[in-house]
Structures are given as structure tokens and as C-alpha cells.
């Protein structure tokens, strides 16, 4: 077919589908980096840490022996007792863990939908208001949308967009005066963090922007998913201001993360990708993350 043949709207339809198939064939060619370093020298657990658990019942696109390897390897070094979980969420489940992981949960396969139940969005809400901890990380599409139902629970506002990719310092967006950016000490400062694009999000009234994104930042429209408005997809403004976000919760904390590989550590065509780039604090952003969620680190 000559494309000097095909209409301009059919055109810009055949451009986007072609960009759906580059992006399905990068994420098959990710993977977790097995040379990663996941010691941690003086763990903040030494036994017996808090009970974590790793979603992996919503065809999560990370998972906790996948592509999230090297996260969950690594918060196990600093004493967590991590399990992966494939069942829905209920009320008892969530009692016997004191931290929840969701990492890029997904909706009905070829359909963009909820990956949870709205009795499971209530069930994580009142579960964090009693006193749980949520990381609930959302990437670009259609993983925004996958997770918008339970980010509403939090009045979390999700773009379901794409992103650039963004580093953050204390001069561009990152929050140096938060607990989680603080660390213990001096030895565990948060001076850089890299995104690898991702989406756009807002917190409720109260929260902390921990990745403020920066002056002109953009980001394609999410209505590149929608088969009925392929056409319209565009690039603009980002919809929100955050990557980033932490928030008490009732008796529980949250942290929301708008961009999913800066906390893994993966190979993509054999190039270094997250936790295991040179000259980043992504390593010791996942763990402040936890201590803060374990309440280690003080809520502000």
C-alpha cells in the first residue's frame, strides 16, 4: 500500500498504531538486571521486618520475581518480609501485611478498564485508613487507567498520558526537605532522581510533591488508547504537576508514584535502565520510600 494513498486521518492512524507496536516490542525486550547490587550493608531490619505485600494478582506488568526483581531483592535485604500476592483484595488478606506494592496493575486484557474491583478500591482505602501503607505506582498508558479507580479513593488525579523522561535535583523539582529525600543521615540524601517517561499526577489537599515535574514539561494525550480517537492523540502541556507524590491517610501513609522503571533495574537492549544507572539516587529512593512507609522516617 502507497501511503501517498491513504488519507491524512488514516495516516495519522497508521503513525500512532505503529507507535503501539514499537512500545509492545520494547516491553518485551525488558528485563531485570541480574548483575544489580541488592546487598544492603546494614539493613534496617535485621529481623523480623515489616510484612510487605506485592500485588501480582491484576496482570501486573512488574512483578516481585520479573521485572521488579531487583526492587523486591532489595527491600528484602533491608529486612522486609515480602510476599507475592494472587488473590483479590480483601479485608483479611490486608490485616496480616503492614505495606501494600501495586507496580503497573492492568486492566482486562485489550480493554482499558479498572484492574481492581470497587469493592477492592474500598477495601485498600479503609485498610490505609486504619493504619496500612500503600506504594501504588502507575506508568503511562493504559497503566493510569488501570489504576484511576483506586487513586480516586485517595483523590488522587491521574493524567493517563506519556511523559519525557525527567532528572530531578534540589534545583529542578524534587522536594530535598522531605523525610523521604532526607533519609537517616547524610549518607542516605536523595540528590537525583531519574523518571523514565511515565504519566503526570495530582495529589489530594495535604500532600507533598516529592517529584515536582519541571517548567514546559509535556506529554502525550491518553486518547492514543482509544480506538475511536486514535486521531486526536497530541502532545501538550502535562494535565498535572507531579511524578511523585506522598500523603498521610487517616492512621496509614501513601506514596504515589507516576512513572514505574525508576525503581526497577532492567536491561533494555542491553542498556541499564532504573535502579542500576550510573550517577542517580534511585537505589536509595526505594529504600526511603519504605522506611517512610514503615514509619522509620516521620510522616513531614
Not at 95 to 118: E, Y
Amino acid at each position: 500500500m502507497r501511503l501517498n494513498a491513504v488519507s491524512p486521518d488514516g495516516l495519522r492512524v497508521f503513525l500512532i498504531m505503529t507507535c503501539l507496536l514499537v512500545q509492545r516490542a520494547h516491553a518485551q525486550e525488558q528485563k531485570s538486571d541480574p548483575d544489580f547490587d541488592a546487598r544492603v550493608e546494614k539493613p534496617a531490619y535485621p529481623s523480623a521486618g515489616p510484612r510487605v505485600l506485592f500485588d501480582e494478582a491484576h496482570r501486573n506488568f512488574h512483578t516481585a520475581d520479573g521485572r521488579y526483581k531487583p526492587f523486591a531483592d532489595l527491600i528484602r535485604n533491608d529486612g522486609y518480609q515480602v510476599t507475592a500476592n494472587r488473590e483479590t483484595f480483601t479485608s483479611d488478606l490486608l490485616s496480616k501485611h503492614d505495606i501494600l506494592v501495586i507496580a503497573n496493575a492492568l486492566g482486562t486484557p485489550k480493554k482499558i478498564d479498572s484492574a481492581f474491583t470497587d469493592a477492592e478500591c474500598d477495601t485498600v482505602r479503609d485498610w490505609v485508613r486504619g493504619g496500612g501503607a500503600l506504594l501504588l505506582i502507575a506508568d503511562h498508558y493504559p497503566m493510569g487507567h488501570a489504576a484511576e479507580n483506586l487513586a480516586k479513593r485517595f483523590d488522587v488525579a491521574m493524567s493517563k498520558g506519556m511523559t519525557d523522561e525527567y532528572d530531578f535535583t534540589p534545583q529542578q523539582g524534587l522536594a530535598a526537605s522531605h523525610p523521604i529525600m532526607r533519609g537517616r543521615s547524610s549518607g542516605e540524601e536523595i540528590r537525583r532522581v531519574r523518571t523514565f517517561t511515565g504519566q503526570s499526577i495530582r495529589g489530594p489537599a495535604g500532600s507533598v510533591s516529592l517529584l515536582t515535574m519541571p517548567a514546559g514539561a509535556q506529554e502525550l494525550t491518553p486518547d492514543v488508547v482509544d480506538p475511536e480517537n486514535r486521531d486526536k492523540a497530541k502532545k501538550g502541556p502535562v494535565a498535572h504537576p507531579d511524578q511523585g507524590i506522598a500523603f498521610g491517610f487517616g492512621k496509614g501513609r501513601v506514596v504515589v508514584l507516576a512513572e514505574a522503571g525508576m525503581l526497577s533495574a532492567q536491561l533494555v537492549r542491553g542498556e541499564k535502565f532504573g535502579m542500576n544507572v550510573p550517577d542517580i539516587d534511585n537505589r536509595q529512593l526505594a529504600l526511603n520510600i519504605m522506611h517512610w512507609l514503615s514509619g522509620l522516617l516521620p510522616q513531614d
